[in-house]
C-alpha cells in the first residue's frame, strides 16, 4: 500500500474532518464489501465517534459502515462514515458518502466543507466552489474563505478573511488561514507578515517555506491532505457498492400521471437549514514529500473552458417539431423543459449585484476576448448579458478572469451557470472581484456590442 505522508495542522486540532490530526490509519486496509451488518445503528454511530477520537480509523470506519448499512437513510450517518474515510485519507470514498450525506439533505458547515476539501483533492474544485457559493449563508467566514483558496479562488479566499479577522470571535486559525490564503494567491510577503502575528520569527519562515514546497497548482491533493492533517491512501478502492444510496424510484410512465413542472434547484437559506456549529479550518505545515499524487484531473487549469470542435445543433420551433412527428412528453422530459423555459427567462438587470457567473481564466487579455467571442457567438444566452474582466496572480502568474455579470442576484447567476453547465460549458459564480473592468466586445455575426454597466 503506497502512502504519502505530511505533517499535522499547524496550531491546534483540526474538527473539520476529524477530531484529531496527524493520524495515518496505517492499521487499515479498503475493502471492497461490507460484511452484512447487526446491531444498533445509534450505538453504532457512538462507536464510530469514539474511535475517531481514539484515533482507531479501521474500527471508527467498520463501525460507520454498519451503521450506515443498518440505516441507509439517515444523511447524519453517512456524513460520519465520510468523515472516517476523511481520516484514512480514502478520498475518493469520502466523496460517495459526504455526496449522498447532502443529498439526503444534511447541510452542516461540517459536511459541507468537507465534502469541498474532498473535491479538490479529487481534481474538481469548480464543483467545490459552486458547492462553497450554494452554502455562503451557513458555513463560517474562516472556512469559507480558506475552502474558497483552496479551491482555486484565492482573491475571494483573502476579500473574505480579510473581513472575517476583524471580527471580535477570530482566532489564531482566522489569522493563519488568511496567511496561507495570501500565499496561495502569490503574495508571499503578505503571508509572512500574518503568519509572524502568531509565531516566532524561525517558526513563521518555516511555516512560508514549508507552504511554498506544495504551492504548485498540480499538487491540489497533497495541499488538502496536509490541511486536514491525514495520509493519501492510493491504494482507496472507493465506498463499498452495498452502502451506495439507493437511486430514485422510476417515474409513472405519461400516460398514467401528468408531470409537474420542476422548480429550479434551490440555493441553501440559512434560514432553512439548522444552525450549525463553527467550524474552523487550520493551515497546514506539511512535511517534505518524497512522492507526490497526482490529481484525478489536471490542477493548474480545471477551471478554463476547453472549447470543443464542432457547431452546436440549431434549435427548431416546438411547432414544426410536432408536426413532424407527435412524441408522448414524459415526466422527465417535462420537468426538464419546464426547467429550462424558467433559465431562457433570466434577463440582464439594470441594477445589477455583485454576483457574476465566471466562463474561464486565461493567460493574456487577448485569449480571453477570443474566447468570449466564440462562445458568445455559439451562445443567445451568453451574448445578453455584459462581460467583465479581471485580473487573479497565482503562484506568481497573472491570469485574465471572463465573467458575465447583470444578475438580480446569486440565484440568478446560479440558474444561469447550471444552463451553461447543462450545454458543456464551464463555470462557477462568485462576487464580483475589485477593479474588475467592463468590456465592449462586438460579437462576430450580430452587429452589436456588449458591456457591463
Sequence with gaps: MKRTTFGKAAISSLIVATTMVGCTGAAFRPSTSAAPAKGNPVRLAEQAEKELERHDIADAIAAAEAAVQLAPENSDYRALLGRTYVAAGRFASAQSALEDAVTLGSGD????????????????????????????????AADYGLAMAMAGDPVEGVRILSEAIHDPSATARTRQNLAYAYALAGRWKDARTVVGMDLEPLAANKRISDWAQIAEPSLAPLRVASLMGVTIDDSDAGQPAMLALAPAAAPVPAEMAQAEPVAELPVADAATQPEASPVQLAAATPQ????????????????????RPGKPVAAKPAAKLAAKAPVKATPVAAASAAKMQQVAFIKPVGNPSQWVVQLGAYDTAAIAKEKWMVMAGRDAMLSAFPVMT??????GKTYHRLAINGFAGRADAMTACKLIKSRNGQCFVRESAPGATPQRWAVAGRGRQFASR
Excluded at 458547515?109 to 451557513?138: C, W
Excluded at 479581471?390 to 503562484?395: E, I, L, M, P
Design 109 to 140: 458547515a461540517r459536511t459541507i466543507v468537507n465534502l469541498a476539501l474532498v473535491h479538490v483533492a479529487q481534481g474538481r474544485a469548480d464543483d467545490a466552489r459552486n458547492l462553497l457559493v450554494a452554502h455562503a449563508d451557513t458555513v463560517p
Design 288 to 307: 517534505p514529500v518524497v512522492q507526490a499524487v497526482p490529481a484525478s484531473k489536471p490542477a493548474p487549469r480545471d477551471f478554463i473552458i476547453e472549447e
Design 390 to 395: 479581471s485580473q487573479a496572480t497565482v503562484n
